[in-house]
């Protein structure tokens, strides 16, 4: 049973930072691509960050650029996001979810769906809520 537990939300002050941690199980972790995607009130979900089985970030969105660092410990089965000089408009909750195809990614169709919805993965997690505010 694919099981996908993120931790390290919190209320943060604006410049300040955040570790997320997502902890897999249930399936080949090593093997696929995997994602941070966020869905901020009253918002459409948006992906963060897409990053490779060997560990290499493909996609960042612009908004985050510069602030935040995808990345993954394939021997502990378990993906992070670092996030830096947080933002007002970071407040979002802040999904890991699994990319939909067995073999490969279908992340070069997902990069032009619109709007992404968590359906569009096979796995996700419940999600963890950050909160950026003064």
């Known amino acids: 049973q694919v099981q996908l537990v993120e931790s390290g939300g919190g209320l943060v002050q604006p410049g300040g930072s955040l570790r997320l941690s997502c902890a897999a199980s249930?399936?080949?972790?090593?093997?696929?691509?995997m994602y941070w995607v966020r869905q901020a009130p009253g918002k459409a979900l948006e992906c963060v960050s897409v990053i490779r089985p060997n560990g290499d970030t493909v996609y960042l969105a612009d908004s985050v650029k510069g602030r935040f660092t995808a990345s993954r410990d394939n021997a502990e089965n378990t993906l992070y996001l670092q996030m830096t000089g947080l933002r007002n408009e970071d407040t979002a909750v802040y999904f890991c979810?699994?990319?939909?195809?067995?073999?490969?990614?279908?992340?070069?169709?997902?990069?032009?769906?619109?709007?992404?919805?968590?359906?569009?993965?096979?796995?996700w997690g419940q999600g963890t809520e950050v909160t950026v505010s003064s």
């Open positions: 979810a699994k990319d939909r195809l067995e073999y490969g990614t279908a992340w070069w169709d997902l990069r032009k769906r619109s709007p992404l919805l968590l359906t569009d993965f096979s796995s």
């Open positions: 249930g399936f080949d972790f090593s093997t696929k691509w």
